[in-house]
């Protein structure tokens, strides 16, 4: 099963909404990290978060980890159209591990 | 140029023939990464490279997957003998080091269709 899964697997909101999206993770971290792919594009690194860190902000994005229970949120505010992708979590969890993505959640955001 | 840099963007061949994907990472960037996404999922490692040599080839499904890498710089994913279900999206990234606390580099895939 993955490493990291993402919660919802789909998302519709209205523009000026904020979206958030959760991943769940299994195993102990090194990093968290969230990517956004835009159809029939690759992927683009949106944030990093460290193990000891809780809470890490980018522009109109929120990032959330917490490692007690495994779980990481990403928060989008006031959100935009061009805002629609997909989104993963991708977790690392050190010396020589690989980067483990989840299946993503695909965000809709209506004008 | 600026960018990870794939081809061919795209890819229909037939059942049976060879394929070969190529990948121009970032100019500096020491570890590639390649992947593979089916319709509607996620991503699913196939190989690393760090340098020219390939620590972890653990993520190729069969012996007809391969992978090269010359001169530090460029990859090309070798599919012989394709089947339909190695219909995806191939993607690479590359990152200045190993797998490490740095963001990967995507470029933008190449669709590889079988019929």
């Known amino acids: 099963s993955q490493q990291g899964e993402e919660d919802p697997q789909a998302l519709s909101i209205q523009e000026g909404e904020n979206a958030t999206m959760n991943c769940s993770y299994k195993?102990?971290?090194?990093?968290l990290q969230w990517y956004r792919q835009n159809s029939g594009r690759g992927l683009v690194h949106l944030i990093l978060?460290?193990?000891?860190?809780r809470e890490k902000h980018s522009g109109r994005l929120r990032v959330t980890l917490d490692t007690s229970k495994k779980s990481s949120s990403l928060l989008i505010t006031a959100s935009r159209a061009a805002d629609t992708a997909s989104y993963f979590c991708?977790?690392?969890?050190?010396?020589?591990?690989?980067?483990?993505f989840g299946k993503g959640i695909t965000l809709s955001v209506r004008p | 140029g600026a960018g990870v840099s794939q081809s061919p963007s795209n890819k229909v061949t037939e059942k049976g023939k060879d394929v070969e994907l190529r990948c121009d990472p970032i100019?500096?960037?020491?570890?590639l990464y390649w992947y593979r996404q089916s319709l509607g999922q996620g991503l699913e490692f196939l190989i690393y490279?760090?340098?020219?040599?390939?620590?972890?080839k653990s993520g190729l499904p069969s012996d007809r997957f391969s992978a090269e890498r010359t001169g530090g710089s460029v990859s090309t994913l070798t599919i012989q003998r394709t089947q339909q279900e190695d219909s995806a999206v191939y993607l690479c990234?590359?990152?200045?080091?190993?797998?490490?606390?740095?963001?990967?580099?995507f470029g933008d895939g190449t669709r590889l269709s079988i019929l």
């Open positions: 490279f760090q340098g020219n040599s390939a620590p972890d």
């Open positions: 990234a590359s990152t200045l080091g190993g797998w490490s606390n740095q963001p990967q580099h």
């Open positions: 100019s500096g960037h020491t570890a």
């Open positions: 195993t102990s971290i090194n990093n």
């Open positions: 991708a977790t690392y969890t050190g010396a020589n591990s690989k980067l483990t």
């Open positions: 978060i460290r193990s000891n860190e």
